[in-house]
């Protein structure tokens, strides 16, 4: 079993199972295959995609926010991760 060892990694190989999940959905589409089928198929692009995001995420809060907290960006960081959340819902 594959084992991304990095961050970086971790993201690519997550956008890589979505690139073959999407491509899996246009095929199923191009193939007038059933509905249902094709929701199930494109949730999991959506899922696969929900974990990059975490994973980018993730490494951000862990590098870029902690310097610039320590730069004293605190305001300017945190509104920039609300905006993220904000535009979310």
């Known amino acids: 079993m594959y084992r ?3 961050t970086q ?4 190989h997550r956008l890589k199972i ?3 999940h999407l491509k899996k959905v246009l095929k199923m589409v191009e193939g007038n295959e ?3 089928d094709v929701i199930h198929q494109s949730q999991a692009v959506q899922r696969a995609l929900e ?10 809060l862990k ?9 004293g960006k605190v ?8 905006k993220v959340f904000k535009r979310v819902q």
């Open 51 to 60: 974990e990059v995001d975490s994973l980018v995420l993730e490494n951000h």
């Open 18 to 20: 979505a690139q073959g």
């Open 4 to 6: 991304p060892k990095d």
């Open 63 to 71: 590098t870029c926010v902690v310097n610039h907290i320590r730069e």
């Open 9 to 12: 990694e971790r993201i690519l």
């Open 75 to 82: 305001k300017t960081t945190t509104d920039e991760i609300m």
């Open 34 to 36: 059933y509905c249902i």
